[in-house]
């Protein structure tokens, strides 16, 4: 008996357009931080590739977005709730990620570590991929997660041991978080693609 091919829902489609959304404007933010810290150097000329691929990542997630359309909606009441549930979580993530940047910030400005500021956001950012990475069932999550921690930690390190000028610390911070953001977005790329390769047949 021939079984019918699973067809992805619309929201899954728009899911992967809003993630290059979103990794588009992190990736800019973060390498217009290493652009500051680098300015008036050579080496800033070498961090053009963050920013055109943001670009690329915000055509790929338009694309996606006008993709979508050609995809079914979800409708059984077990992938609703379901949706809800991630969309729900995702939430109080990212909310909780904000609350944290805010506090973070706050504690270290006040302790008369204004320097600390970029490691204490980048570290923030990075320990918020690992729940992301149980709500989502992605395992690249936990290598972002891993990666961008171990970048904030060294931010730590390098400026709380004076091991190069601040704004030094920053562009190496700036650099290691886009490489993340980037690196995510062409993953979303990639399963972007697939996705194109799956537009249900109409009649």
Known sequence: METKPHILP??????????LMLMALFTFLWSGIAFGGLNGTIYQ?????????AVLFI?????????AKHFPK???EADIAEEKKMGKWFGIIFGAEGL???VGINIVINLGHPDLVIPTIALVVGLHFYPLAKVFKRTIDY??????TIIAICGFVFTLN???????????????????????????????????RKVPLTS
């Open 10 to 19: 619309d929201a899954a489609v728009k899911g992967i357009a809003s993630g």
């Open 45 to 53: 000329w070498f961090l053009l590739v963050f920013p055109a691929l």
């Open 59 to 67: 055509f790929k997630g338009l694309f996606l977005y006008k993709l």
């Open 74 to 76: 979800v409708t059984s």
């Open 100 to 102: 944290l940047i805010f």
């Open 143 to 148: 290598y972002l997660a891993t990666w961008a």
């Open 162 to 196: 004076k091991t190069m000028p601040v704004i030094y610390i920053q562009a190496f911070i700036g650099i290691g978080i886009a490489l993340a953001t980037a690196g995510y977005g062409l993953y979303m790329i990639s399963a972007g693609n697939e996705v194109a």
